[in-house]
């Protein structure tokens, strides 16, 4: 997994690309999440034994899901 992570005006602008042993084609994604976010989805991430990238995905599935956009993917 590569991540890059620099901070501007309490803002984080992140480009995550996941490279796991099983080769993803997720494209890569930049967003900019503020710091007061940032902070709960890395303490989200530590405990549930997640990456960053893998919990904010995680979060967002299952929103997408308990909302009716996704079925079971």
């Known amino acids: 997994m590569k991540k890059i992570i620099a901070s501007g005006d309490s803002m984080y602008y992140i480009v ?3 490279n796991t042993v099983k080769k993803s084609n997720h494209p890569p994604i930049s967003i900019r999440i503020p710091e007061k976010i940032m902070t709960v989805l ?3 991430a530590k405990q549930e034994e997640r ?3 893998r919990q904010i995905l ?3 599935k299952n929103w997408l899901k308990d909302n ?3 079925g079971n993917a």
């Open 51 to 53: 990456s960053l990238s």
């Open 16 to 18: 995550a690309v996941l």
């Open 58 to 60: 995680y979060i967002l």
């Open 68 to 70: 009716g956009y996704l």
């Open 42 to 44: 890395r303490q989200l």
